[in-house]
């Protein structure tokens, strides 16, 4: 009887151990740190860069604001609004100038740190090609503001659209009620995609993707939920700081980004946990791209065969 109790025991420690150095070994707390300071640096560039993607497609900056608004505790938000809105009228519609592709590669950057991070939470080294790495990242924010300016062409001429059709074709009313009461759902949907294309694609590693979805639900439903109770942290902890106007507010910007840098970097750890749950050991790779091109090579091969 005491020699299974101790087995037990020696089991429960065998799991427990490696774990608890896996999560020391992924470094999610300062990590977080560094990825929120290239967060904050990188906010304003993409804001830039969407200034100049707005008087391309005739969008109004009002469109945009609701969806930015969602994503951002309401103590943060009331006072970056202004910044917010000059940033995104500030454009003049040269999409393809240099200045836009200079934001954006600036704004890239935040993206190739949360690589490197997001890298360590798996328990791999980012692999020595910087210019691949940035590409990738510059695709990737890119990806990422098509997806956001889609939304906004939905939601924006949408509800054109229904106020025409609607009484012609004698719909209920309250289609057009509920269609403006779905854009906090299909925000969280766009962060959900946003999230689960990062996740993805960011690793050096070879993923699947059942495997990272409870890392992007917890990392999607974590980000929706500190926005709106932000508001009491700094209420109960941050009084002080907060009190200072627009510095203080820079600083509770900044206290928000690492929670949620922290909580990617915990979805991402979460992930692991998974992929190694049901494919064994970590396998690393040399970039996504490269990965497919190597798997195609093989398939090709062994259909030959």
């Given at each position: 009887?005491?020699?299974?109790k101790?087995?037990?025991?020696?089991?429960?420690?065998?799991?427990?151990?490696?774990?608890?150095?896996?999560?020391?070994?992924?470094?999610?707390?300062?990590?977080?740190?560094?990825v929120?300071?290239?967060?904050?640096?990188?906010?304003?560039p993409?804001?830039?860069?969407?200034g100049?993607?707005l008087?391309?497609?005739?969008?109004?900056?009002?469109d945009?604001?609701?969806?930015?608004?969602?994503?951002?505790?309401?103590?943060?938000?009331?006072?970056l609004?202004?910044?917010?809105?000059?940033?995104?009228?500030?454009?003049?519609?040269?999409?393809?100038?240099i200045?836009?592709?200079?934001?954006?590669?600036?704004?890239?950057?935040?993206?190739?740190?949360?690589r490197?991070?997001?890298?360590?939470?798996?328990?791999?080294?980012?692999?020595?090609?910087?210019?691949?790495?940035?590409?990738?990242?510059?695709?990737?924010?890119?990806?990422?503001a098509?997806?956001?300016?889609?939304?906004?062409?939905?939601?924006?001429?949408?509800?054109?659209?229904?106020?025409?059709?609607?009484p012609?074709?004698?719909?209920?009313?309250?289609?057009?009620?509920?269609?403006?009461?779905?854009?906090?759902?299909?925000?969280?949907?766009?962060?959900?995609v946003?999230?689960l294309l990062?996740?993805?694609?960011?690793?050096?590693?070879?993923?699947?993707?059942?495997?990272?979805?409870?890392?992007?639900?917890l990392?999607?439903?974590?980000?929706?939920?500190?926005?709106?109770?932000?508001?009491?942290?700094?209420?109960?902890?941050?009084?002080s700081?907060?009190?200072?106007?627009?510095?203080?507010?820079?600083?509770?910007?900044?206290?928000?980004?690492?929670?949620?840098?922290?909580?990617?970097?915990?979805?991402?750890?979460?992930?692991?946990?998974?992929?190694?749950?049901?494919y064994?050991?970590?396998?690393?790779?040399?970039?996504?791209?490269r990965?497919w091109?190597?798997?195609w090579?093989?398939?090709r091969?062994?259909?030959?065969?």
């Amino acid at each position: 009887m005491g020699k299974q109790k101790q087995h037990r025991t020696g089991g429960w420690q065998q799991r427990i151990i490696p774990l608890i150095t896996a999560f020391q070994a992924a470094n999610i707390n300062k990590n977080a740190v560094v990825v929120a300071y290239y967060a904050l640096l990188s906010v304003f560039p993409l804001l830039i860069f969407l200034g100049n993607l707005l008087p391309f497609l005739n969008i109004q900056v009002n469109d945009v604001l609701p969806y930015i608004q969602a994503l951002f505790p309401a103590s943060i938000y009331r006072t970056l609004a202004p910044q917010i809105v000059r940033y995104l009228r500030s454009g003049n519609g040269g999409l393809l100038s240099i200045g836009a592709v200079i934001t954006l590669w600036s704004a890239s950057r935040g993206i190739v740190n949360l690589r490197d991070s997001i890298n360590q939470a798996y328990g791999v080294k980012t692999p020595q090609n910087a210019l691949l790495a940035r590409l990738l990242s510059l695709v990737l924010t890119l990806v990422f503001a098509v997806i956001i300016l889609v939304l906004i062409l939905i939601f924006g001429f949408g509800q054109d659209v229904l106020n025409y059709v609607v009484p012609r074709l004698d719909l209920p009313p309250t289609l057009l009620r509920v269609f403006a009461q779905l854009k906090l759902p299909v925000t969280s949907a766009t962060l959900l995609v946003i999230l689960l294309l990062l996740f993805y694609f960011l690793p050096d590693v070879r993923l699947h993707l059942r495997c990272i979805l409870p890392g992007t639900i917890l990392t999607a439903v974590g980000w929706l939920a500190l926005a709106q109770f932000f508001a009491l942290y700094v209420r109960y902890f941050m009084r002080s700081i907060s009190s200072y106007g627009a510095i203080g507010t820079f600083i509770v910007l900044m206290f928000w980004l690492v929670f949620v840098a922290q909580i990617m970097l915990l979805g991402a750890f979460i992930n692991r946990l998974t992929e190694e749950h049901f494919y064994g050991k970590i396998q690393p790779i040399r970039g996504k791209l490269r990965d497919w091109w190597e798997r195609w090579q093989n398939w090709r091969q062994r259909v030959k065969a």
